[in-house]
C-alpha cells in the first residue's frame, strides 16, 4: 500500500492559500528573511492547521519551490531532440525562450526561481538541490548536442548544465531585479528577446567545442 503524506491530504484551497503566502513573502523578504509567522498570517490559516501539515519554514518552502520546479518544467519540456547543430541551437533558444515566459506570466514565482543564483544560505543551498533534480531532465538534450558535435566534450554534462543555468539566472536576476508588476506589464516583447538572445549567446559561447573558436548567438 502506498503511504500518502499528510500534504496530500489536505484540502486543495488551504494548500493554494499557504502556497501563495508564502511565494509573497519569500518574493519581498528572500529564503531566508521570510517569516514563517507572517507566512501563516498571510494564508489567513491557523496555526495549529499549518502546523499540521509542515513543521517548520524548512518543509513548507521546500515543498513550494518543488511545486514552482514542477511546474516550470512542465511549461519548458518536453524539447525534441534535433537531428543537425543548426537545429540544435534553435532548440535552446526556444528553451531559453520558454524558460523567460515562465517568469513574465508568473513574476513572483520567477523572482524566487533566480534568487537562487543570488542568495546564500543553507535553506537556498538545500532549494537549490530540488532545481537540480528537476533539471537532470535536460541533460539528455545536452547530452544529444555532444553527440552532434554542437556541445563541447571536455566537460561532463552536469556541468555543462550547471554552467548555462548560472548564466541564465545571473542575466535573469540582473534584467528582473527591481521590477514592480506593472514593470512585467509594460515591457516589450522586443526587449524581453534581446535578453532570450543574450542568454542564447552566452550559452553558445560556453557550450560550443573550442576548437571551432568563437561564435556568434545568431548564427
Request: aromatic share 8%.
Given at each position: 500500500?502506498?503511504?500518502?503524506?499528510r500534504?496530500?491530504?489536505?484540502?486543495?484551497?488551504k494548500?493554494?492559500?499557504?502556497i501563495?503566502a508564502?511565494?509573497e513573502?519569500?518574493?519581498?523578504?528572500g529564503f531566508?528573511g521570510?517569516?514563517?509567522?507572517?507566512?501563516?498570517?498571510?494564508?489567513g490559516l491557523s496555526?495549529?492547521?499549518?502546523?499540521?501539515y509542515?513543521?517548520n519554514?524548512?518543509?513548507?518552502?521546500?515543498?513550494?519551490?518543488r511545486?514552482i520546479?514542477?511546474t516550470?518544467?512542465?511549461?519548458i519540456l518536453?524539447l525534441d531532440l534535433?537531428?543537425?547543430?543548426e537545429l540544435?541551437w534553435?532548440?535552446?533558444?526556444?528553451y531559453?525562450?520558454?524558460?523567460?515566459?515562465f517568469i513574465?506570466e508568473?513574476?513572483?514565482?520567477?523572482?524566487l526561481?533566480?534568487?537562487l543564483s543570488?542568495?546564500e544560505?543553507?535553506l537556498?543551498?538545500?532549494?537549490?538541490?530540488?532545481h537540480?533534480?528537476a533539471?537532470?531532465?535536460?541533460?539528455d538534450?545536452l547530452?544529444?548536442?555532444?553527440?552532434?558535435?554542437a556541445?563541447r566534450?571536455d566537460?561532463?554534462v552536469?556541468?555543462i548544465?550547471?554552467?548555462m543555468h548560472?548564466?541564465r539566472?545571473?542575466?535573469?536576476f540582473?534584467?528582473f531585479?527591481?521590477?514592480?508588476?506593472q514593470?512585467?506589464r509594460?515591457v516589450?516583447?522586443e526587449?524581453v528577446?534581446?535578453?532570450?538572445l543574450?542568454m542564447?549567446?552566452?550559452?553558445?559561447?560556453?557550450?560550443t567545442?573550442?576548437?571551432?573558436g568563437?561564435v556568434?548567438?545568431?548564427?
Amino acid at each position: 500500500m502506498i503511504a500518502i503524506t499528510r500534504q496530500e491530504r489536505w484540502d486543495d484551497a488551504k494548500r493554494g492559500a499557504l502556497i501563495e503566502a508564502a511565494v509573497e513573502e519569500c518574493a519581498s523578504r528572500g529564503f531566508e528573511g521570510a517569516s514563517y509567522n507572517r507566512i501563516i498570517e498571510r494564508s489567513g490559516l491557523s496555526k495549529g492547521t499549518v502546523y499540521y501539515y509542515f513543521d517548520n519554514k524548512e518543509s513548507l518552502l521546500c515543498t513550494v519551490m518543488r511545486e514552482i520546479f514542477d511546474t516550470l518544467m512542465a511549461d519548458i519540456l518536453p524539447l525534441d531532440l534535433p537531428d543537425t547543430k543548426e537545429l540544435y541551437w534553435e532548440k535552446l533558444g526556444e528553451y531559453h525562450r520558454r524558460g523567460v515566459d515562465f517568469i513574465m506570466e508568473n513574476p513572483l514565482r520567477g523572482r524566487l526561481m533566480l534568487m537562487l543564483s543570488a542568495e546564500e544560505s543553507a535553506l537556498s543551498g538545500k532549494i537549490q538541490l530540488l532545481h537540480e533534480q528537476a533539471l537532470k531532465e535536460v541533460d539528455d538534450f545536452l547530452l544529444r548536442g555532444q553527440e552532434l558535435g554542437a556541445v563541447r566534450r571536455d566537460l561532463s554534462v552536469v556541468t555543462i548544465r550547471r554552467l548555462m543555468h548560472t548564466v541564465r539566472n545571473v542575466l535573469g536576476f540582473s534584467f528582473f531585479d527591481g521590477w514592480t508588476p506593472q514593470d512585467f506589464r509594460d515591457v516589450s516583447r522586443e526587449k524581453v528577446e534581446e535578453l532570450i538572445l543574450m542568454m542564447l549567446d552566452l550559452s553558445r559561447r560556453m557550450l560550443t567545442p573550442r576548437e571551432e573558436g568563437n561564435v556568434s548567438g545568431n548564427g
